[in-house]
């Protein structure tokens, strides 16, 4: 990783260009440390950044549009728990019709901008059987299963061709967040998420078939994003939100409405541990 707050690496593209000098443009000089990608539980955190300065995505030269209710997409620029940072409000999904590199290129802006460390969150069912909904996981590692690798194409100026994906959870930073749960007396799971295309939900029959290859939980999202900022060396850190047993484990139909539920009402908690988790990051990213 660079130092003195330099990009770690700005991908090629000149969609990707365009947005970061946007981006510099309509906030003036500025040099976060952290990107954090607002999911489900922590769209709150868009009124805790100090000093916030805000844009639509859709304002931005080649900024893909979300069609789902509760991914608004903004770009928010300015101080999260003591740290410069920028927040991204809301996602796209490549089951939306999303091309992968177009899912990617928020990340791949944040990249440009500097970040030295991405917090992802997201929804997942509950595949192991202690978990239930409410429940906040711990990302430990993950499982692709969505079967189009975002990196295909160009290599991204600043990322490798053949990125490592051992170690794609920070340690240092899972250690973080684990103390800051135990400080605030917050319950937290940790596990294995498997990301699929979607937009169906599995069957019971493939969560079955998820359980015994490891996984923990599964959802449709953070897998392409976590991809791309790990090409480009920036350090990862996840936590999902457990808003519903996956199928087959309730005798309850699944329904996006639930999700919306669970995640509005574990939002203060959620919200509580990531601002918690960033203020112990500060010192492991200068």
Request: proline share 6%; with cysteine; glycine share 16%.
């Amino acid at each position: 990783m660079s130092g003195g707050g330099g990009p770690v690496g700005v991908a090629s593209g000149h969609g990707v260009e365009l947005a970061v000098r946007a981006v510099l443009e309509r906030f003036g000089p500025f040099e976060p440390l952290l990107g954090v990608i607002l999911g489900s539980g922590l769209g709150g955190l868009a009124d805790r950044f100090e000093g916030a300065q805000v844009v639509v995505g859709s304002d931005l030269p080649g900024w893909p549009r979300s069609t789902v209710e509760g991914h608004e997409g903004k770009v928010i620029c300015g101080t999260l728990a003591g740290v410069p940072a920028v927040g991204l409000s809301g996602r796209v999904h490549m089951y939306e019709g999303h091309a992968p590199e177009a899912v990617i290129l928020p990340v791949r802006v944040l990249v440009g901008l500097g970040i030295r460390a991405l917090v992802v969150s997201n929804a997942a069912g509950g595949i192991r059987r202690d978990l239930r909904a409410g429940d906040l996981m711990l990302i430990a590692d993950h499982i692709d299963l969505m079967y189009r690798n975002p990196l295909v194409g160009p290599v991204g100026r600043g990322e490798t061709r053949w990125p490592d994906m051992y170690g794609t959870y920070d340690g240092e930073l899972r250690d973080a967040v684990r103390a800051v749960a135990l400080e605030r007396r917050i319950p937290l799971q940790e596990g294995i998420y498997a990301g699929l295309l979607g937009p169906s939900y599995e069957t019971p029959a493939e969560v079955r078939a998820l359980r015994r290859l490891g996984a923990d939980a599964v959802g449709m999202s953070t897998v392409p994003e976590v991809i791309a900022a790990r090409a480009a060396g920036v350090r990862c850190v996840g936590v999902s939100c457990i808003t519903n047993l996956a199928a087959g484990l309730s005798p309850e139909l699944l329904d996006h409405e639930e999700v919306l539920e669970t995640t509005r009402q574990v939002a203060e908690r959620f919200q509580s541990l990531v601002l918690g988790s960033i203020e112990r990051f500060a010192p492991l990213l200068g």
